[in-house]
């Protein structure tokens, strides 16, 4: 079965220390996302990466690190910096050559 | 303001009911996307348009590129159509999608 996973579904810290999203796909997808979903708004990028080894800033990257070392894999960190970390996190890819982005089923993180 | 924007924000209806939810965005794009979102929080994909219009089930999506106008219409709504129905557009040859808030629908039996 061809798709993306996120782990784990549901995830508890406390204040200031770093936690890592798991994002997986094994769609051959070049392109990967890292999305934020607060209450009430839309989702917003955090990171990309259209290549292994590359990525870029979205519009809300502050607090937040990503790596690309394989295509298959987006790890997250959500650092002690992140001044609101407690949200829903979704990743997502897409092939370069087409505009149809997968969603995975989300994290969702509560940090208190 | 935002790039993408849904109307209504929240919709109730009657099992059997036409509903349409619309989309409007401000910025040239080379594709337009209907999402939907269950409670759960994972998200699919329903329609993705560049021009014209597309069915699938009771499901339709147009769009109207040069008003920068889509709607989604549901046709006989059922209360497993219940979840938040997400416009999303991809600006021109960019790699960034631009996500409205989202319209969230309960549908009653």
């Known amino acids: 079965d061809g798709g993306i996973t996120q782990s784990p579904k549901y995830l508890f810290r406390k204040e200031g220390q770093n936690v890592t999203l798991s994002c997986e796909q094994n769609?051959?997808?070049?392109?990967m996302y890292w999305y934020r979903q607060d209450p009430g708004q839309g989702l917003r990028l955090i990171y990309y990466?259209?290549?292994?080894?590359?990525?870029q800033k979205g519009d809300i990257a502050e607090g937040y690190s990503v790596s690309r070392e394989k295509k298959e894999s987006f790890p997250l960190t959500v650092t002690s910096a992140q001044k609101n970390p407690t949200a829903f996190y979704l990743c997502?890819?897409?092939?370069?050559?087409?505009?149809?982005?997968?969603f995975g089923p989300g994290t969702r993180l509560t940090v208190t | 303001k935002n790039e993408v924007e849904q109307s209504p924000q929240n919709l109730t209806a009657q099992e059997g009911e036409f509903i349409t939810i619309n989309c409007s965005y401000s910025?040239?794009?080379?594709?337009l996307h209907w999402l939907q979102q269950h409670p759960g929080g994972g998200i699919v994909s329903l329609f993705m348009?560049?021009?014209g219009k597309k069915k699938h089930g009771r499901l339709i999506a147009t769009i109207n590129i040069q008003e920068k106008h889509s709607s989604l219409h549901i046709t006989a709504s059922h209360p497993r159509d219940s979840a938040v129905y997400i416009c999303?557009?991809?600006?021109?040859?960019?790699?960034?999608?631009?996500f409205g808030t989202g319209t969230s629908l309960t549908v009653i039996p």
């Open positions: 769609l051959n997808h070049d392109a």
């Open positions: 990466s259209q290549i292994v080894n590359d990525f």
């Open positions: 999303a557009v991809i600006k021109g040859t960019g790699n960034q999608f631009y």
């Open positions: 348009l560049s021009s």
């Open positions: 997502a890819s897409r092939s370069l050559g087409g505009n149809e982005q997968y």
């Open positions: 910025v040239g794009i080379s594709a």
